[in-house]
């Protein structure tokens, strides 16, 4: 299973990225206005450092990819 944590308040992303590392997060999915627009959504690892943009039908199986380490972000 995967805990998932939604984010509504609009403070500044690097804080909210703090946020979730020191809460024990493997990722972040950001899903604003552009993201909305185009069909896709940011997926970041966040102990690598490392942002990319996938189609929004494909975001289970990239984040379920991250946790399981197979894109060797780990």
Do not use: N, W
């Not at 804080?15 to 972040?28: D, I, L, S, T």
């Not at 490392?50 to 399981?68: G, N």
């Amino acid at each position: 299973s995967v805990i998932t944590h939604v984010d509504t308040r609009f403070g500044k992303m690097d804080k909210q990225f703090r946020y979730a590392e020191r809460a024990g997060a493997r990722c972040a999915v950001i899903i604003g206005a552009q993201e909305l627009d185009a069909g896709v959504v940011k997926l970041k690892d966040l102990a690598a450092r490392a942002e990319k943009v996938v189609p929004r039908v494909a975001m289970v199986a990239a984040v379920r990819a991250l946790l399981a380490g197979s894109e060797g972000s780990r």
